[in-house]
């Protein structure tokens, strides 16, 4: 069983950023490929950024490339997403998730593992 747990999340103006943390709590955190995703009112859950076991390898949706990017520590056992120049629109809450294998996915059932989300808002 992994816990995770999302902090770093809270109300921001639009133009300004935000890193969010995910902490998790196995000793096999490098095993494990780790994504972030967001779920605003009324809207489906959708992937915002994943990153290899390894951290080698990062996929980010075409709505946040070039403005967020996904690391990760393994020796911390932490996922991070640092967000930039964010807009109204990217107001949810984000979740990081954790699926064991090397692999990134894009998809919520591919995910094993789920935080409880930190709620991330940007004022116009």
């Known amino acids: 069983q992994v816990q995770l747990v999302e902090s770093g999340g809270g109300l921001v103006q639009a133009g300004g950023s935000l890193r969010l943390s995910c902490a998790a709590s196995?000793?096999?955190?490098?095993?494990?490929?780790m994504g972030w995703f967001r779920q605003a009112p009324g809207k489906d859950r959708e992937f915002v950024a994943g990153?290899?076991?390894?951290?080698?390898?990062?996929v980010s949706a075409d709505s946040v490339k070039g403005r967020f990017t996904v690391s990760r520590d393994n020796a911390k056992n932490t996922v991070y997403l640092q967000m930039n120049s964010l807009k109204p629109e990217d107001t949810a809450v984000y979740y990081c998730?954790?699926?064991?294998?090397?692999?990134?996915?894009?998809?919520?059932?591919?995910?094993?593992?789920w935080g409880q989300g930190t709620q991330v808002t940007v004022s116009s």
């Open positions: 196995t000793r096999t955190f490098s095993t494990y490929a």
């Open positions: 990153v290899s076991w390894s951290g080698s390898n990062t």
């Open positions: 998730a954790a699926r064991s294998g090397p692999t990134i996915a894009t998809k919520t059932f591919q995910y094993d593992y």
